[in-house]
């Protein structure tokens, strides 16, 4: 793998976005994301094995998390360091040349108002290669319903946090199982376990990102 690359992939892992940024601290005064990603296209390294360096520095650092390794402040360094990679990517996703993996449509259950988790699954997904589609907090059934019926093939997330939201979860997993039956859908947040998800109808439960990541994979390469 070219050097460039296996650096732009270091950098996402580590929250490094550009030489200004003083984060992390063995990585001060160092070319972060942002140049090493001109560099890489500058030097015609194409734009999907830049992708692919950028999902695999946000996959680690994802596994990371999962095992309490790292917090959600590295998490969201990483973050910033993907999103510096996206902007110089964009116009390879608007012209066709990069692939997403697929589309991803989340939000967080009516009645719910907490988007922590919510945007952390957001940012790792979209680091994964997906495109997602975020709804908000506070999203009804048929807000959701409508976002499916718009995105034909997508795969939906729902998030809660709050015990009492846990029947409106529910109640639009169903409403999602009678109208696009052939929907993925799966469940995340505090208050829940894979039982919960099961008894909902929920097709998948993730208690993190990384995880969240793992079934999406795993419903695009069935």
Same mark, same amino acid.
């Given at each position: $793998?070219?050097?460039l690359?296996v650096?732009?992939?270091?950098?996402?892992?580590? &929250?490094k976005? +550009?030489?200004?940024?003083?984060?992390p601290n063995?990585?001060?005064?160092?070319e &972060?994301?942002?140049?090493?990603t001109?560099?890489?296209?500058d030097?015609?390294? &194409?734009?999907?094995?830049? !992708?692919?360096?950028? +999902?695999?520095?946000?996959?680690?650092?994802?596994?990371? #998390?999962?095992?309490?390794? *790292? #917090? @959600?402040?590295?998490?969201?360094?990483?973050?910033?360091? $993907?999103h510096a990679?996206?902007?110089? !990517?964009e116009?390879? #996703?608007?012209s066709?040349?990069?692939?997403?993996?697929?589309k991803?449509? !989340?939000?967080?259950?009516?009645?719910?108002?907490h988007?922590?988790?919510?945007n952390?699954v957001?940012? *790792?997904?979209?680091? +994964?290669?997906w495109? @997602?589609?975020d709804?908000g907090? %506070?999203?009804?059934?048929?807000?959701? !319903? %409508?976002?499916i019926? +718009?995105?034909?093939?997508?795969?939906?997330?729902l998030?809660?946090?709050?015990?009492? /939201? $846990?029947?409106?979860?529910?109640? /639009?997993?169903?409403e999602?199982?009678?109208?696009?039956?052939? /929907?993925?859908v799966?469940?995340g947040?505090?208050?829940? /376990?894979? %039982?919960?998800?099961?008894? $909902?109808?929920?097709?998948?439960?993730?208690?993190?990102?990384?995880?969240?990541?793992?079934?999406? %994979?795993?419903?695009s390469?069935?």
């Amino acid at each position: $793998m070219d050097e460039l690359v296996v650096r732009i992939s270091h950098c996402v892992e580590n &929250g490094k976005i +550009n030489k200004a940024s003083p984060y992390p601290n063995a990585m001060k005064g160092m070319e &972060g994301a942002d140049e090493l990603t001109k560099q890489a296209l500058d030097a015609a390294i &194409g734009p999907d094995a830049i !992708l692919q360096a950028c +999902n695999d520095g946000m996959q680690r650092i994802g596994e990371r #998390f999962s095992r309490n390794e *790292v #917090f @959600v402040p590295e998490l969201l360094m990483a973050a910033k360091a $993907m999103h510096a990679v996206m902007a110089h !990517l964009e116009p390879f #996703f608007k012209s066709g040349t990069v692939k997403v993996k697929g589309k991803f449509v !989340l939000g967080t259950v009516a009645g719910d108002l907490h988007d922590i988790g919510k945007n952390l699954v957001r940012m *790792v997904v979209e680091g +994964n290669g997906w495109e @997602v589609i975020d709804l908000g907090v %506070d999203v009804k059934s048929t807000k959701f !319903l %409508d976002a499916i019926k +718009n995105t034909p093939g997508c795969i939906v997330g729902l998030s809660a946090l709050l015990t009492t /939201t $846990m029947v409106n979860m529910s109640k /639009t997993v169903q409403e999602i199982k009678i109208q696009f039956p052939a /929907t993925k859908v799966i469940v995340g947040g505090a208050p829940l /376990t894979m %039982d919960a998800a099961l008894k $909902m109808g929920a097709d998948g439960y993730s208690h993190d990102p990384q995880g969240a990541v793992t079934f999406l %994979d795993k419903i695009s390469a069935a």
